[in-house]
Nanobody
Framework: VQLQASGGGLVQAGGSLRLSCAAS????????MGWFRQAPGKEREFVAA????????YYEDSVAGRFTISRGNAKNTVYLQMNSLKPEDTGVYYC?????????????????WGQGTQVTVSS
């Protein structure tokens, strides 16, 4: 599956952004989905995951309560709503998919990756 991430941008601390991950030509309801981010000079880190069914979600501790991962009604899009953004949330955000139930928190848990979208949070 080919994934396209979008919605990044520059926002002030405390602001919000909504990222989208869209699949071309197919639905994502048979894939577990995740979002990761990578800051300059750092390793890619887990942000959030949603199960194939959409019934379960899992968040990295620093974003729990601020970020929400969800599936779109059209079944070919997954969203990451990010509220109360902090400068430490800055990075390139990637969406990922796996042909399984999902909820993995490691990059090797996923098979397919989007190209990334830049999120910059200014203080």
């Amino acid at each position: 599956v080919q994934l396209q991430a979008s919605g990044g941008g520059l926002v002030q601390a405390g602001g919000s952004l909504r990222l989208s991950c869209a699949a071309s030509g197919r639905t994502l309801d048979t894939y577990g989905m995740g979002w990761f981010r990578q800051a300059p000079g750092k390793e890619r880190e887990f942000v959030a995951a949603i199960s194939r069914t959409g019934g379960s979600t899992y968040y990295e501790d620093s974003v729990a309560g601020r970020f929400t991962i969800s599936r779109g009604n059209a079944k070919n899009t997954v969203y990451l709503q990010m509220n109360s953004l902090k400068p430490e949330d800055t990075g390139v955000y990637y969406c990922a998919a796996v042909r399984a139930y999902g909820l993995g928190s490691q990059p090797y848990d996923y098979e397919f990756w989007g190209q990334g979208t830049q999120v910059t949070v200014s203080s």
